[in-house]
């Protein structure tokens, strides 16, 4: 199986900061990778697809980059509302699907 | 307008097989191209892949898991069931059910039902 390794597993950032997250695969995925947001008590919600394609309603301070084994999540000016954890998701080994162990973003 | 709901049980003891319903509204598992997905979430850790159904009737399932787990459709009830055998405390999480397109992502999920196993 595909493992899913994201980096930091935690940070503390102030409103406006800009934030990155990274998620490292064990091989190669191309560029089949998601990622989520999840506030506690909610189920996840897709930010980003296909490693940097916005869903519909995102906003554009979200972005992702990157292809094969590693990618990033940025948050250009940081919101009260995107303290939040973030998981990221591979589909490459489609149907075997894998997330990452998430990045918990709180307020510093 | 997508939505997904799942229903079971809040409680269930060790050993016991847990059975979950989802049921979903907005759009159809006969749709060339769709599928339902089971997630769980144990309090405090990360998300976890559980299995797979698509329109075609294929399933799949988590590596780890497959051999205590069913995964089932009933496409005129706008339903999948997921049922889990050999029920541990370990298994006590939220379990999700979420729409996934073929070859696609989560777009749309459930709000997730808490089990806890407990004797």
């Known amino acids: 199986d595909i493992q ?19 998620c490292r695969a064990s091989q190669g995925i191309s560029s089949y990778l998601a990622w989520y947001q999840q506030k506690p008590g909610k189920a996840p919600k897709l930010l980003i697809y296909a490693a940097s394609t916005l ?3 995102v906003p554009s301070r979200f972005s992702g980059s990157g292809s094969g084994t590693e990618f990033t999540l940025t948050i250009s000016s940081l919101q009260p ?3 939040a954890t973030y ?11 894998t997330f990452g162990g998430g990045t918990k973003v709180e307020i510093k | 307008q997508v939505t997904l709901r799942e229903s079971g049980p809040a409680l269930v003891k060790p050993t016991q097989t847990l059975t979950l319903t989802c049921t979903f509204s907005g759009f ?9 997905s089971w997630i769980r979430q144990p309090p405090g850790k990360a998300l976890e892949w559980l299995a797979l159904i ?11 898991l497959k051999t205590r787990l069913t995964i089932s459709k009933d496409t005129s009830k706008n339903q999948v069931v997921l049922t889990m055998t050999n029920m541990d405390p370990v298994d006590t999480a939220t379990y999700y059910c979420a729409r996934i397109p073929h070859d696609s992502y989560f777009d749309y999920w459930g709000q997730g039902t808490l089990v806890t196993v407990s004797s």
């Open chain 1, 81 to 83: 509302e995107d303290f």
């Open chain 1, 87 to 97: 998981y990221c998701q591979q589909l490459n080994s489609y149907p075997g699907i």
């Open chain 2, 54 to 64: 698509d329109w075609d009737d294929d399933k799949y399932y988590s590596t780890s």
């Open chain 2, 28 to 36: 159809s598992l006969s749709t060339s191209g769709m599928c339902v």
């Open chain 1, 4 to 22: 899913l390794t994201q980096s930091p597993s935690f940070l503390s950032a102030s409103v406006g900061d800009r934030v990155t997250i990274t």
């Open chain 1, 55 to 57: 869903q519909s309603g």
